[in-house]
């Protein structure tokens, strides 16, 4: 059933395609066609005029805009973190949101695996190194990392990807520990991991502490100077989640004192890192650029479920995600 008269706009053209010509089979849609967001009175403009919107994670749906329209429907978000929009003004203006859960977890898993061996082993550093043309001699002490396997891993959330990740951690025979709000024991006698009560243990003891929790009030900037000072000063801190569940400046002061030995983050605050930013100085620092979920089939999976996120919601057929359904519909 084509539903012509229902307007959608999309806020990227070149990240979902497919997912872009699917909605064009039922709906009248919109694309942003610039590669960078569209700027926020163009946002608030197509609220209005739009039945839904397929956003970003950097793309703000809030109070004020909200507010603003009376058409808007369904808001799909292409991510799982749903910190880019205010969830319950929406369900109080009977707004759907949505989200892609179940379809990243394992490309954004093997992206922290990579993030700990690059780091642990100084692979990246290496590369940097050659292509400054400081690699004159054979000495290998320059480069001289640290092992992974038969190592300590704690995860500070056992969701979908902290799972995964354990799943991979476990195959380099690491020891893991993980603290979550609620004690996965299932998981425990599947993967063979160790629960632990408090994060502060989990600082203390790990010699590589990964992150994977969402962002809310209580996980903001959770990892300051004061829990970056019970790590272990040869340990390593992961961060695939958010940028702003780590204080940069807390991560510079750890870094650059050597408090720890080192960091991997795919996510940073503000984002982008602005190239003046004291951390891209650190040589003991890898920065991605939000990307843990970027394997190409991962980003079709998740634009093709926010498309039909929207499409359900317009036509009356099951949403595969939907957070404030019962909110929504009372």
Known sequence: MKLARKKIFVTREHIIPDAIEYLKTFF???????????????LIEKATTSDGILTEITDIIDEELLQSTTRLKIVANRAVGMDNINIPEASRRGVLVANTPGVLHESCADFTMGLILSLARKITYGDRQIRAGAWKIFDQVPYVGTDVHERSLGIIGMGLIGSAVAKRARAFDMEVFYHSRTRKKNEEKNLGINWVETIDQIL????????????????????????ISKMKPTSFLINTTRGRTVDP??????LSQGLIEGAAI?????EPLPIDSP???????????????????T????????????????SGTDMP??????AVRK
């Open 249 to 254: 400046q807390a991560l510079y002061v750890g």
């Open 299 to 314: 980003v079709k999976r998740m634009g093709l479920m926010a498309a039909e996120n929207i499409r359900g919601a317009l």
């Open 204 to 227: 203390a003891e790990s010699d590589y502490v990964s992150l994977h929790v969402p962002l809310t009030p209580e996980t903001e900037y959770m990892i300051g100077l004061e829990q």
């Open 266 to 270: 795919d996510v940073t605050d503000p």
């Open 279 to 297: 951390l891209l100085s650190l040589p003991n620092l890898l920065i991605t650029p939000h990307i843990a979920s970027a394997s190409s089939t």
């Open 321 to 326: 995600s939907c957070l404030n359904f019962e």
């Open 28 to 42: 009248d849609v919109d694309v942003w066609t610039e590669r960078s967001a569209p700027p926020r009175n163009y």
